[in-house]
């Protein structure tokens, strides 16, 4: 397949672009650093951007992972616009070149996260379960209705709810590593919120599939099928290293440290992938100690 890519250098971009370019698939890459990315995808095509893509270039598919990071800084005003503008403005732009090609791509997988469903408790979530009303929330949900629209030109739709994707490399759990090893972890506020993980080994080929399977469209939780309490995340992750976790972080001061993104952290998501399961999808990883089994102690 001839794929177009948003956010390919990123966590979850790059093993992603490499199991496509391993499996002979064209890429092109569109990036804001085209030197980096032409560096880090090596035989792809590199954008820096979507003006290259003239109406008689023609993609099999779009794979859109683009998104400013949404919990490294606080949520000013202008922090919002960023992450909506690098979210829900590109996803739009992408859907205009798209509907403009003489012949549309068959699919578009689409970013989007659990934050979906907002704090919804003890509830199972499935895809049909509803949108929450937070900040995370409401961005998912117009980030979906934006990539919804290529349905229009007939057009593939697959949205990417992904849960905490764990990889000792980066993302949240990279961010946690050093706290635990250092004996310094421990539960987020109650502990009692529920958190919906996935391996990054899973995730990417949980999206390979949904790239290659004509009958898959609409929402998709990208999460394991065991979701953990944050308390028994933090004991399965003190374990793996080995270490204890002895410092819970109190609700009230992770309020006061990161204001409204303490949100993400203590909003509770109980999300299942009954989707992906229904279309026959194995997990490598469905057991949160099965996941983390192998980590780094230091």
Not at 152 to 169: E, N
Not at 251 to 262: K, N, V
Request: hydrophobic residues 50%; charged residues 20%; positive net charge.
């Amino acid at each position: 397949m001839n794929i177009l890519l948003t956010g390919a250098t990123g966590f979850l971009g790059l093993p992603l672009t490499a199991a496509l370019a391993a499996a002979g698939h064209a890429l092109t890459v569109l990036s804001r650093d085209p030197g980096r990315a032409a560096a880090r995808c090596p035989g792809a095509r590199v954008w820096a951007s979507l003006e290259a893509w003239s109406p008689d270039i023609a993609f099999d598919a779009v794979i859109n992972l683009a998104g400013a990071p949404i919990a490294d800084r606080r949520w000013s005003a202008a922090r919002k616009r960023l992450l909506r503008d690098s979210r829900v403005a590109l996803t739009e732009q992408l859907v205009r070149r798209l509907a403009a090609a003489a012949r549309p791509p068959a699919v578009l997988l689409s970013g989007s996260a659990v934050g979906f469903y907002g704090d919804a408790g003890d509830a199972a979530l499935d895809e049909s379960s509803p949108a929450g009303d937070d900040f995370a929330a409401r961005l998912c949900a117009d980030w979906e209705a934006a990539a919804r629209q290529a349905e229009a030109c007939g057009t593939r739709v697959c949205l990417l709810r992904t849960g905490l994707v764990l990889h000792p490399s980066g993302g949240a759990l990279g961010r946690l590593l050093i706290p635990f090893r250092l004996g310094l972890g421990g539960r987020l506020g109650s502990g009692r919120q529920w958190m919906s993980w996935i391996s990054r080994d899973d995730w990417t080929a949980l999206a390979l599939s949904l790239l290659e399977s004509p009958g898959a469209c609409g929402a998709f939780n990208l999460t394991a099928p065991g979701p953990a309490s944050n308390a028994a995340f933090t004991a399965a992750l003190a374990q793996a290293l080995r270490r204890p976790a002895p410092l819970p972080v109190p609700a009230a001061a992770l309020r006061l440290l990161l204001g409204e993104r303490a949100q993400m952290l203590l909003a509770s998501q109980r999300a299942l992938p009954r989707r992906a399961q229904a279309l026959g999808f194995r997990f490598r990883h469905p057991a949160l100690e099965g996941a983390l089994a192998g980590m780094p102690k230091d």
